[in-house]
């Protein structure tokens, strides 16, 4: 029996649920050609809108006014993580700091602050850009501790236009499985615990993920660009040479967002920002290409970071076959092919039918975009999911919802589809901060935060906190029936965030399934999201103000190149077995860690030994005590 109101309730609970990670697409003719950084920042491109006293003020109070749930991070990281130092700084000198001062103090000021949810996007010129080495890299199983000593090796090759350009440099010796030592003469926990305050990251886990990204790639709408010109990286190639590379930065603008920024530049300053017209890349063939023996002195003994709980498993390999040559892999023909759905972010395949017969669903976010509309549409992503376990996935020995890719989204879509495999599924409940923002948010009523509202009211006067409820009534959410009794995982890293991470605790507490995990915890970030425009202007207009420059930075396909906050108001609270314990800033522990191994990654997508692994696991887990619906 079926009785949804999903369609009605996704406004006000999932679209404003969602973690922002959305990246500008990578789309050939959206962005420029690759040029070396410093002929952008030579030419003085890297600049801010100068902001007149009133449109600082309007900056600088939405910011002031973003920290409802800043309580937590002080607890778990300190005074680092304090914003109000750095906040009340700007505000004492708004009349004297440079734009450029006052924009990314307030970066630094969010990012400092460990909070995946409330955030800062700068606005243009500078967030027009774009900066790589075009060297991407990856975790796999390896001898040292996962966290102070994580074995990292190159993840694909080289861009392929960045290649074109520097392949007479060090570049050229890069290749695949090639195993990252050292970042200008640091280890890499050495060197993210040195830019820590830059990368952010709430636990452990989220904090390497960032960490890995900031190494190949910034943003410069949410990361402050490389101020050098490149960073030197020591490698190992598998036959055991060691060699170094300057690693350029390299960057390119996105065309629609300079249009609009270079357009209001000219008419605010009388300036005109001209992108330079050469791009030479001025590096000597072959430099820093400085080979020896390899040398193993980089392995160093460290106690394992503890979370909440310890991983039950952590699957470790024979640290010689680690390095082995893998090309005999080559010749096994498992390559995996993902079916599309009706839904943008869902799809599927049957991992080794023959044998292991896993079915896995891949979510890319909890977004639940419709292929047809392209509008969120999370009831029909609902049944989609629905009518996978009932057709083609209805055979298989178990099922793994692979979440690695780790985006926000829907908590009510996260909730609902674990009823497909147990019933009694309680939704997770939230608490708010009280303070003077809080109340003018909630202490009104508001179509859509009825349950919020009404915790207003039942909040004991002088709390800390307002009392847990549910971010929408049970009853309002309807039922579903279960349909697959069989094992079933959920397959994480520390990118997984908000509804990921909401997903990840019910199957955990309510003993639906495993915990598979890339890493130790997930990203640590569950709570409920709004962006500073519309939804909180909407409903707290007294502390909450358009950003300057909203009209003329909004393009006409509606893209928005103006500054952007959002805050995480609503925190979740974990449930049965570890009730009232927070996601926020802990995280969801994984039950089996399990990072790939060198020869996956080798092999193009022929082979994969975490699939083979969690197959293994789930058919054994048959011989377990059932789950009971």
């Known amino acids: 029996m079926i009785v949804f109101l999903v369609a009605v309730l996704a406004a006000a609970s999932c679209i404003n649920a969602q973690i922002p990670t959305e990246q500008p697409a990578f789309v050939e003719h959206a962005w ?6 410093n002929l952008y920042r030579d030419a003085g491109l890297f600049t801010f809108f100068p902001y007149t006293l009133e449109q600082r003020n309007v900056l600088v109070s939405n910011a002031e006014n973003a920290w409802v749930n800043f309580e937590s991070k002080m607890k778990h990281h300190g005074q680092e993580a304090n914003p109000y130092p750095a906040l009340e700084h700007i505000r004492n000198n708004i009349e004297t700091l440079t734009d450029e001062q006052i924009q990314l103090g307030l970066l630094d000021a969010f990012t400092r602050t460990r909070d995946a949810h409330t955030f800062m996007k700068l606005a243009g010129p500078y967030s027009c850009f774009f900066v790589t080495t075009g060297i991407f890299f990856q975790f796999i199983d390896g001898p040292g501790d996962m966290i102070q000593d994580p074995t990292i090796v190159i993840a694909r090759p080289v861009d392929d236009e960045i290649f074109d350009l520097l392949r007479n440099t060090a570049y050229s010796r890069i290749r ?23 990368i952010g990251g709430s636990t452990e886990s989220h904090s390497q993920r ?16 490389p101020s050098e010109d490149s960073i030197k990286l020591k490698l190992k190639s598998r036959n055991g040479i060691i060699y170094e590379v300057d690693a350029l930065h390299m960057s390119k603008h996105r065309y629609s967002c300079w249009k609009y920024s270079s357009k209001l530049y000219k008419h605010l300053t009388g300036v005109v920002l001209s992108i330079p017209l050469k791009n030479t890349v001025a590096v000597r063939a072959n430099s820093h290409a400085l080979s020896t023996t390899t040398v193993d002195d980089l392995t160093t003994s460290s106690q394992s970071t503890k979370s909440l709980v310890t991983p039950r498993h952590i699957r470790k390999r024979d640290q010689i076959s680690q390095y082995q040559d893998t090309g005999r892999l080559s010749k096994r023909d498992l390559r995996i092919s993902f079916y599309q759905t009706s839904i943008l972010e869902l799809s599927w395949t049957i991992w080794r039918p023959n044998d292991q017969n896993m079915g896995i669903i891949r979510l890319a976010s909890f977004r639940c975009t419709s292929r047809t509309t392209n509008t969120q549409n999370t009831l029909e992503a609902i049944l989609e999911v629905e009518r996978l376990l009932k057709t083609v996935l209805k055979d298989t020995n178990s099922i793994l919802i692979d979440v690695r890719e780790g985006a926000g989204g829907c908590p009510i879509f996260a909730n609902v589809i674990l009823q497909f495999f147990k019933s009694d599924i309680e939704p997770l409940k939230v608490k708010y901060l009280i303070n003077k923002v809080t109340s003018n948010m909630f202490s009104n009523s508001h179509e859509g935060l009825e349950t919020s509202c009404d ?9 800390k906190y307002s009392v847990l409820h549910y971010i929408v009534d049970p009853k309002e959410l309807g039922t579903y029936n279960p349909i697959y009794d069989k094992p079933m995982g959920v397959f994480t890293n520390g990118n997984c965030v908000s509804a990921c991470e909401v997903m990840t605790e019910s199957v955990q507490s309510f003993g639906i399934g495993t915990v598979f995990g890339e890493d130790v915890t997930t990203a640590g970030a569950g709570a409920n999201v709004w962006d500073l425009d519309p939804e909180l202007i909407f409903y707290d207009p007294t502390d909450f103000k358009p ?9 006409d396909t509606k893209e928005i190149f103006y500054n952007k906050m959002a805050v995480g108001h609503r925190a979740f609270v974990r449930n049965v077995n570890h009730k009232e314990h927070p996601i926020e800033d802990i995280g969801i522990v994984s039950d089996v860690v399990i990072r790939p191994r060198l020869e996956d990654i080798l092999s193009g997508g022929t082979i994969n030994s975490q699939y083979d692994f969690i197959g293994n696991y789930l058919i054994k887990a048959d011989k377990r005590p059932a789950k009971t619906f």
Do not use: C
């Open 176 to 198: 695949v499985g090639d195993q990252l030592l050292s970042i200008n003469g640091l280890t890499f926990y050495q060197w993210k615990e040195k830019h820590r305050n830059v």
């Open 210 to 225: 960032l960490a890995l990204e900031y190494l190949t790639f910034r943003y410069g709408y949410r990361t402050p660009l």
């Open 455 to 463: 915790a207003w009211s039942k909040t004991p006067a002088g709390s």
């Open 547 to 555: 950003m300057p420059f909203k009209k003329e930075l909004t393009s």
């Open 32 to 37: 420029s050609k690759y040029r070396l950084i």
